[in-house]
């Protein structure tokens, strides 16, 4: 599947000990086939420790430990987002501010910012609650439905491209695109998808440069970064960014936590019966199935961890691991409403996802309308759900069941 | 070196011997003041230095700038004693000054 089109394994740097040389492939890992965060707890265990060198997808360390992952993202000065000056041959077209480093990321941040607080999302909120009333109403008689394509793909997706203002007729043409964005595939795969992604946003900044709507593109183009507008290529760098972080991210999310509670009976009724429990479960289970993992690239050598990190070397922070270790989560598979640590689900430091009050908005509103209007449901026990690893891990087949409500 | 106190969610306090032209956010992260993340080092482009100003300091403190104003729209529970510690410089008039940590800057 995706593993065929995985850059080919990389000869071990004459830096890197033979005893952190592990085999973890981030694409198609045997470890993960069955389940994706048993599979994870499995490599934690298996590992040579908190962070080990793979040679698989051009060789990377990676790393699976929590204090590790957050001390990283919270020093782009050692670890860089944008790998033009050590690695250039790994390059793409920047997205913008996730390709951006310190000190110019921080007046592209803002930008999105101001566009994601609680109070410009709260507008969102009644289009979001008829979207999904639309989408339970067109299964609840049946007793049966594929979560994914029946509610948590079209609904943030849905949402997401009507704020921006993408065509909603190309959704299903949008998620084949993206499911290549979120593999470890070489860069110039990767990089003929975002040609495409662009070669679509051009002309709709074009029409709204000419005629402004109630859209993220229209607002984007008269932005404000330090004082001046952005340049045309710098909103396509926020449409390519936009497309990646919008269109393949809240849909996991949803996904799992509804697997979850079709498996954990108790806690779904405890939330129906709760709802003012919605919001610690939402964080919660974000922590438990965390599905993003980043990468960085190492500006100036760097031991601090015990391991000797290199001038070029790239890093994955395998964070859907690093929100299953036990030194922060004890007992890190049992979901419990109130832990003390904050997960990296949203991951940290600068670069933290500018999208999370959007995240939690939607995920509110999915776990409140679905736990009141849905009967008990549960894993329909005739057809397993579908998955895939990568970059961005997802599910794409959830079957559940439940008894139809009476009539 | 005006006197700081900080004092976290959970009833702990923290008195710092601040420097002049440090920031809030700075004077804290130095001195292992929990509960104050400041994930962009300062840059006013994350909302997680979020603290809120002890009653009655708000006038000496002084406003948000604009920029501020726009980024502390980002925090959840935000009052008008919130401010982004990152973007207030310790002065002499700030000499007593007591600021509450939230519980998150999530």
Redesign the interface.
Known sequence: MYGAHSTPDAVVPAHVPTHLVFDFNLNDDPRLRADLHDGLLALRQAAPGPIFFSPRNGGNWVVTGHQECHAIARNPQVFANNPITVRPELAQTPRIPVSIDPPDHAAYRRVLMEQLTPRALARLEPDIHDTLNDLIDRVIETGRCDFVPAVSEPLPVWVFMRMMGFPLERYKEFREWVGTLVQFLPPQVRQKTLDLVAEMSAPLIQERMADRRDDLISRLIDADIDGRKPTFDEVISYCLMLFVAGLDTVVNAMSFGVRHLAMDQQLQAQLREDPALIPDAIEELLRRYSFANPVRFVLQDHDAFGVPLRRGDVVTLLLSAADLDERAFPAPTRVELHRATPHLAFNAGPHRCVGLHLARMELRILYETWLRRMPTFRLDPDRPWRFHQGTVMGIESLPLVWDPPAR | MPKITYQTHDGRTFAVDANLGQSLMEAAVKNSVPGI?A???G??????CHVYLDAGWREVVGPPAD?EA??L??V?EVTPDSRLACQISVNERLEGLVVRIPG?Q?
């Open positions: 993340e994930d962009c080092g840059a006013c482009a994350c909302a997680t920029l726009s980024m729209d980002f959840g998150t999530r």
